[in-house]
């Protein structure tokens, strides 16, 4: 028998604009400090905590958006917003745990916040503390990062130890100095920054028993007393190629262990380079660029 030719090619079909034809989903924009990336999404209208495999989604360079970390944007706490904070900022790995601080992201959501308010400065809240962003010029931001310690109970350390020269080392790495600024750091001061195979040596040291948060793996070298160079292995795992709040402590390290007496430092890693000043009451001021990737719908 013939078909009685009403087929599908022979139907009427409206036609459809693309954004029509895929779902729409939760809004976000794609930023990126020093090629830091990240996954932004304001969740104060509407409330947004994923599960950690939607985080892996979302992040998944291939199959997702792509970035190093999500971060949500809340409204503050009844506590932060008694201290002024405009919003609190989520900072949240690839692998689903949350963070206490990062200076990139930080500036990225600070640019965000001081176009949206028209602000010439934003107090935003983290589990860290809460912290001033400041404009420094164009798509560049200004952040006191809050104060650096070197207190073993505060990085956290598992035990009492001289945080200065630390007795913990991998390989070419000894004698690091270990700090919190938010979160915990350790830096390894070298002659040669090139011949370190970082993502290689990390790994052991930063889930070594003596940090039980784990620990953010710097190493820097320097170049003169107002300039070094830095490569930073970031918690949960990733060669990033920048670090802002590792660029905080590594300046505040060279001058603790005397290798400069600057209170001003530019610190060069592999994507740029962030100017750096610490301050008589060991806060730290950093300054960077911010960009903008691209904007959509997570579906």
């Known amino acids: ?99 206490e601080a990062c200076g990139n992201a ?14 010439d400065s934003v107090l935003i809240e983290t589990l860290g503390g809460i912290l001033e962003c400041r404009r420094a010029g164009e798509m560049s931001v200004s952040v006191n990062m809050g104060k650096i310690t070197m207190d073993w109970r505060v990085i956290p350390l598992s ?10 080392a991998h390989g070419p790495l000894k004698s690091p100095s270990v700090l919190n600024i938010g979160n915990p750091h350790v830096v390894y001061f070298v002659d040669d920054l090139d011949a370190i195979d970082l993502a290689e040596i990390a790994p052991p040291i930063q889930n070594d028993p003596l940090f039980p948060e784990q620990v953010n793996v710097g190493v820097a070298q320097m170049i003169d007393g107002q300039c070094m160079r830095l490569a930073v292995f970031e918690r949960p795992g990733v ?21 400069t007496s600057s209170r001003w430092m530019t610190v060069e890693m592999s994507a740029g380079a962030l100017n750096i000043e610490i301050n008589a009451d060991d806060t730290a001021i950093m300054t960077g660029p911010v960009a903008f990737c691209f904007q959509g719908h997570f579906l």
């Open 1 to 99: 028998m013939r078909g009685s030719g009403n087929t599908m090619r022979d139907r009427p079909v409206e036609p459809k604009s693309w954004p029509n034809i895929a779902p729409s989903g939760r809004p976000f924009i794609k930023m990126h400090g020093l090629r830091n990336h990240f996954v932004i999404v304001d969740g104060r209208d509407v409330p947004f905590h994923p599960q950690t495999k939607q985080v892996i989604a979302m992040c998944d360079t291939k199959t997702g958006i792509g970035a190093e970390q999500l971060l949500i944007v809340d409204r503050p706490s009844d506590e932060g917003a008694s201290q002024g904070a405009y919003a609190f900022m989520r900072i949240v790995n690839i692998d689903g745990r949350e963070a």
């Open 106 to 119: 930080t500036r990225c959501i600070g640019y965000l916040l001081l176009e949206e308010s028209g602000r």
């Open 159 to 168: 035990q009492h130890r001289d945080t200065l020269h630390l007795d913990i």
């Open 239 to 259: 060669l990033t190629t920048a670090c802002g709040s590792g660029a905080c402590v590594a300046t505040y390290a060279a001058r603790a262990r005397g290798l």
